[in-house]
């Protein structure tokens, strides 16, 4: 059975760091786009950012946290991680890891193949 499961999520004021993980099981990765996305309340899920491997080892971030914002991943633990500084109050949102094979719009989170549960941010001002 293939779950991602992420975890790392919390409550932090303006300013401060989360590092959110994204675990997967049941199969290996290591070909996948694995991005991140979010929802806040009475909002459509976005594009974070993804880590995919078109020409190397490659990322893509959206503007709002481009700079603020790192994704990485281990293969050997399975395990893809998003690293986020200076945070703000209007990052808080539900995070959800995705995994995708094909390795093409990855902006958009229709066609991904496994989606986690979220994990929530919520940051203070």
């Known amino acids: 059975q293939v779950q991602l499961v992420e975890s790392g999520g919390g409550l932090v004021q303006a300013g401060g760091s989360l590092r959110l993980s994204c675990a997967a099981s049941?199969?290996?990765?290591?070909?996948?786009?694995m991005g991140w996305f979010r929802q806040a309340p009475g909002k459509e899920r976005e594009f974070v950012a993804v880590?995919?491997?078109?020409?190397?080892?490659?990322?893509d971030y959206a503007d709002s946290v481009k700079g603020r914002f790192t994704i990485s991943r281990d293969g050997a633990k399975n395990t893809v991680y998003l690293q986020m500084n200076s945070l703000k109050p209007e990052d808080t949102a539900v995070y959800y890891c995705?995994?995708?094979?094909?390795?093409?719009?990855?902006?958009?989170?229709?066609?991904?193949?496994?989606w986690g549960q979220g994990t929530q941010v919520t940051v203070s001002s």
């Open positions: 880590i995919h491997w078109r020409s190397g080892v490659s990322t």
């Open positions: 049941g199969r290996t990765f290591s070909t996948y786009a």
């Open positions: 995705a995994a995708k094979k094909m390795d093409i719009n990855l902006r958009t989170r229709y066609g991904y193949d496994y």
